[in-house]
């Protein structure tokens, strides 16, 4: 048997067709243009003061940068460096726009503007050292520039999503801290002013919860979303256990069509729900809502939680059948305790959708004695309400849900992937 021998005149390795010279000038050109734009939004929002990033400028420094860093062999590309290249595109976005970067004269908000150059700077060198490691100042192969592109729509992403996110909830809070006379001189004026003292400046928050008895709402709402994740539960538990672990007639139909309920839109369901509820009493109570919700939510518990009692070993549970145990004591003793993770994600999703539900809460509900939160902050949708109360009203809506998704994250990640795999 005889071994090829690779000819002396035919290269090895793959062809490298791609210029990494230019490719790294364009990202450097777009990152540039994209995060002077981001800096500029911001500076207008924190200031109050309109700014026009000047893209052109910001876009020619870029593409200087993503030069540099692809001229400079990855393993040097130091702190140092990465300093000097900082430096060098606020040197060159201020001389192209004429010291101008955001076209106001520097006097004007000056340590805004200096600290959104300087924060944009280390945000550019930072993303074009992160996404091009692999590329260099020569040609590339195919492998390194798609490697180099895929990390820069990754960045370009989470920077999108972070920014759509980040946005809204800073134009709720900064409305929330205005008074009436500064929303009608200047609506756009999204600047924070701490001359006012501290009082003045949470004087939406106080009349929420004074005048506007939002305390009452938010203690409604916890226990309507507590008792709905205690009800969903309850039922949960024994079907997602049935669906996974007992055979019985219609158990694949069960298990493949629990989901069904929500390809009917809910305003579907709410319209034979208030003419039923009206007849039997239930409408405009709380009661009418602990019962709506778990319905609404039980679905999608039970999917979840036998995809996770699905992963529970068997051998287990035959373990505790062995040892005397009835169904249901395995179910308490041992099931139940390895499936922690799961109910506390679970627990959480269904609060999470009790506590931000609107629709039935709209229908159902006429007494402001028995509003909901999010029932509560439409109510404060009126001309006759001052526009601070209401995003107020918003910011005490979201902010206690998102504190609470916070601290519990890592049980809601470990719950919802735990049951992945069998076995």
């Given at each position: 048997?005889?071994?090829?021998?690779p000819?002396?005149?035919?290269?090895?390795?793959?062809?490298?067709?791609?210029?990494?010279?230019?490719?790294?000038?364009?990202?450097?050109?777009?990152?540039?243009?994209?995060?002077?734009?981001?800096?500029?939004?911001?500076?207008?929002?924190?200031?109050?003061?309109?700014?026009?990033?000047?893209?052109?400028?910001?876009?020619v420094?870029?593409?200087?940068?993503?030069?540099?860093?692809?001229?400079?062999?990855?393993?040097?590309?130091?702190g140092?460096?990465r300093?000097?290249?900082?430096?060098?595109?606020?040197?060159?976005t201020?001389?192209?726009?004429?010291?101008?970067?955001?076209?106001?004269?520097?006097?004007?908000?000056?340590?805004?503007?200096?600290?959104?150059?300087?924060?944009?700077?280390?945000?550019?060198?930072?993303?074009?050292?992160?996404?091009?490691?692999?590329?260099?100042?020569?040609?590339?192969?195919?492998?390194?520039?798609?490697?180099?592109?895929a990390?820069?729509?990754?960045?370009?992403?989470?920077?999108?999503?972070?920014?759509?996110?980040?946005?809204?909830?800073?134009?709720?809070?900064?409305?929330?801290?205005?008074?009436?006379?500064?929303l009608?001189?200047?609506?756009?004026?999204?600047?924070?002013?701490?001359?006012?003292?501290?009082?003045?400046?949470?004087?939406?928050?106080?009349?929420?919860?004074?005048?506007?008895?939002?305390?009452?709402?938010?203690?409604?709402?916890?226990?309507?979303?507590?008792?709905?994740?205690?009800?969903?539960?309850?039922?949960?538990?024994?079907?997602?256990?049935?669906?996974?672990?007992?055979?019985?007639?219609?158990?694949?139909?069960?298990?493949?069509?629990?989901?069904?309920?929500?390809?009917v839109?809910?305003?579907?369901?709410?319209?034979?729900?208030?003419?039923?509820?009206?007849?039997?009493?239930?409408?405009?109570?709380?009661l009418?809502?602990?019962i709506?919700?778990?319905?609404?939510?039980?679905?999608?518990?039970?999917?979840?939680?036998?995809?996770?009692?699905?992963?529970?070993?068997?051998?287990?549970?035959?373990?505790g059948?062995?040892?005397?145990?009835s169904?249901?004591?395995?179910?308490?003793?041992?099931?139940?305790?390895?499936?922690?993770?799961?109910l506390?994600?679970?627990?959480?999703?269904?609060?999470?959708?009790?506590?931000?539900?609107?629709?039935?809460?709209?229908?159902?509900?006429?007494d402001?004695?028995?509003?909901?939160?999010?029932?509560?902050?439409?109510?404060?949708?009126?001309?006759?309400?001052?526009?601070?109360?209401?995003?107020?009203?918003?910011?005490?809506?979201?902010?206690?849900?998102?504190?609470?998704?916070?601290?519990?994250?890592?049980?809601?990640?470990?719950?919802?992937?735990?049951?992945?795999?069998?076995?």
């Amino acid at each position: 048997m005889s071994t090829a021998i690779p000819s002396p005149h035919r290269s090895i390795d793959p062809p490298r067709p791609y210029p990494g010279a230019v490719i790294a000038g364009v990202l450097g050109f777009l990152w540039g243009a994209v995060l002077h734009l981001v800096g500029g939004v911001a500076v207008t929002l924190i200031t109050g003061v309109p700014m026009a990033p000047a893209l052109g400028a910001a876009a020619v420094g870029g593409a200087v940068a993503g030069v540099a860093v692809a001229w400079r062999e990855p393993a040097l590309r130091s702190g140092t460096f990465r300093a000097i290249l900082a430096v060098l595109w606020i040197a060159v976005t201020l001389a192209v726009a004429f010291g101008a970067p955001y076209s106001q004269p520097l006097e004007t908000a000056t340590l805004w503007q200096a600290l959104a150059l300087v924060l944009t700077a280390v945000a550019l060198v930072a993303t074009l050292t992160g996404t091009m490691r692999t590329l260099a100042f020569g040609r590339q192969s195919r492998r390194s520039v798609e490697h180099t592109l895929a990390a820069s729509l990754g960045v370009f992403g989470h920077l999108f999503f972070a920014v759509i996110v980040i946005l809204p909830f800073y134009v709720l809070l900064m409305t929330s801290l205005k008074t009436q006379q500064a929303l009608m001189a200047n609506p756009l004026d999204l600047s924070v002013d701490l001359s006012q003292g501290i009082g003045n400046l949470f004087s939406s928050y106080v009349e929420l919860f004074t005048t506007y008895d939002f305390g009452r709402y938010m203690l409604i709402s916890f226990t309507v979303s507590t008792l709905t994740v205690i009800v969903c539960l309850a039922f949960a538990v024994p079907g997602a256990y049935a669906v996974a672990r007992l055979n019985f007639p219609g158990r694949q139909i069960l298990s493949r069509s629990v989901l069904l309920i929500y390809l009917v839109p809910a305003i579907v369901l709410v319209i034979p729900l208030y003419a039923v509820f009206s007849q039997l009493g239930l409408r405009n109570t709380v009661l009418g809502l602990i019962i709506v919700y778990p319905a609404t939510t039980l679905p999608v518990a039970i999917y979840m939680l036998s995809g996770y009692f699905r992963g529970v070993p068997h051998e287990l549970e035959e373990a505790g059948l062995m040892d005397g145990l009835s169904r249901l004591g395995v179910v308490r003793r041992i099931t139940l305790p390895l499936s922690l993770p799961a109910l506390a994600s679970v627990g959480l999703y269904v609060f999470m959708i009790a506590w931000n539900e609107f629709l039935f809460a709209f229908m159902f509900l006429d007494d402001p004695k028995i509003f909901t939160l999010s029932r509560a902050v439409v109510s404060l949708n009126s001309s006759e309400v001052p526009r601070q109360y209401l995003m107020a009203g918003a910011v005490v809506t979201t902010i206690p849900i998102l504190f609470l998704f916070l601290l519990a994250e890592r049980f809601m990640v470990k719950g919802l992937t735990a049951g992945g795999v069998k076995g």
